[in-house]
């Protein structure tokens, strides 16, 4: 599975963006889908994830702001970030886990939140 995200770029605190990633390759055995981020001398997180039922989950300091949503029929997945902060700068991946508890990554959309 490849995977390009899309939609990062620099925007106030308060206001909002759209995360895209875009799914090609044997998307049929996606089983899970989800948003991480890492943030400059810090470990990778996840954000944000979508079961293949729908189910969602967030990290505690997103909830509320941030929704996680996907097209299987366009295979992308999204996330609507809303009241951004100047924590949430990160560079931002999405994933999908596929049979075997495979990861595959895209290659990340820097999201700076300015104060």
């Known amino acids: 599975v490849q995977l390009q995200a899309s939609g990062g770029g620099l925007v106030q605190a308060g206001g909002s963006l759209r995360l895209s990633c875009a799914a090609s390759g044997r998307t049929s055995g996606i089983i899970s889908r989800a948003w991480f981020r890492q943030a400059p001398g810090q470990e990778r997180e996840s954000v944000a994830r979508i079961s293949g039922g729908g189910v969602t989950n967030y990290l505690d300091s997103v909830k509320g702001r941030f929704s996680i949503s996907r097209d299987v029929r366009k295979n992308a997945l999204y996330l609507q970030m809303n009241n951004l902060k100047p924590e949430d700068t990160a560079v931002y991946y999405c994933?999908?886990?596929?049979?075997?508890?495979?990861?595959?990554w895209g290659q990340g959309t820097l999201v700076t939140v300015s104060s």
């Open positions: 994933s999908v886990r596929t049979a075997g508890s495979v990861d595959h």
